[in-house]
């Protein structure tokens, strides 16, 4: 059984900061939607002919599209706000071929695939929006202010699979028990931009992954958000 997040505390306001772990490369920590590393965070993204106010409304309209659920998937195509989204994400269930029958949501067979569409997710977040882009590129620098490798931590107690499992200080300590993956997928975006863009490509080298968890592992805990 995996261990089950602490309990949400004052300290989760934390919006942004940048943070050192001992042997490790700065790390980007952010919780909230004032964030842009949040997937709460207004960021509008055209996909699938349609665009959707937040990362966090197209990711559930992937969930509900992994299912065929198409009513769940209209619902969150209105949903005003990415909270509104996730909530109607999590109500989402794998219809069969005939369009009516359906069976509980696969939380084994998302869990495989939700890593990668994150990752494309965050691709078009910031490639659709230059601001946004900018911030990702350049929220740690070198002293000659070009991009400098780093990582990134949703720091919040509340989510084992997506965050960190834990607050700050935890996490500051190396106590933090959640695999990360929104963190594990804004650092993968990040280096692939720097390694493949004229300004850095060639002189940027991505630091080590700090962390032994791997976003295809069968043993990641079985949330299906």
């Known amino acids: ?13 934390l919006v942004q900061q940048t943070v050192q772990r001992d042997g490790e490369p700065p790390t980007v920590a952010f919780y909230g939607n004032a964030s842009p590393f949040s997937n709460f965070h207004p960021a509008k993204i055209k996909v699938f002919g349609i665009v959707w106010p937040t990362s966090e409304h197209l990711f559930m309209a992937h969930k509900a599209r992994f299912c065929d659920d198409r009513a769940v998937f209209d619902k969150i195509l209105r949903a005003k706000t990415p909270a509104e989204a996730k909530r109607l994400g999590r109500k989402t ?11 509980p949501f696969p939380v084994d067979q998302w869990n495989d695939v939700s ?3 994150m990752v494309g997710i965050l691709q078009d977040k910031f490639s659709q929006n230059s601001d946004l882009m900018k911030q990702l590129l350049e929220v740690v620098v070198d002293e000659e202010g070009e991009p400098a490798p780093c990582k990134f931590a949703e720091v919040t107690a509340k989510d084992i699979r997506w965050g960190t499992g834990c607050d700050l200080d935890a996490y500051l300590r190396k106590e933090d028990i959640g695999t990360n993956y929104l963190g594990q997928a804004l650092t993968e975006v990040r280096n692939k931009i720097l390694m493949k863009s ?3 490509r060639g002189r940027y080298a991505p630091a080590s992954p700090a962390s032994p968890a791997s976003p295809a592992s069968p ?5 299906p958000a």
Request: hydrophobic share 30%; glycine share 2%.
């Open 115 to 117: 890593y990668h569409i």
């Open 198 to 200: 004229p300004r850095t």
């Open 93 to 103: 269930k794998k219809y069969l071929d005939d369009g009516k029958s359906f069976v």
């Open 219 to 223: 043993a990641s805990p079985a949330s």
């Open 1 to 13: 059984m995996p261990r089950q997040p602490a309990r949400a505390s004052p300290a989760e306001r």
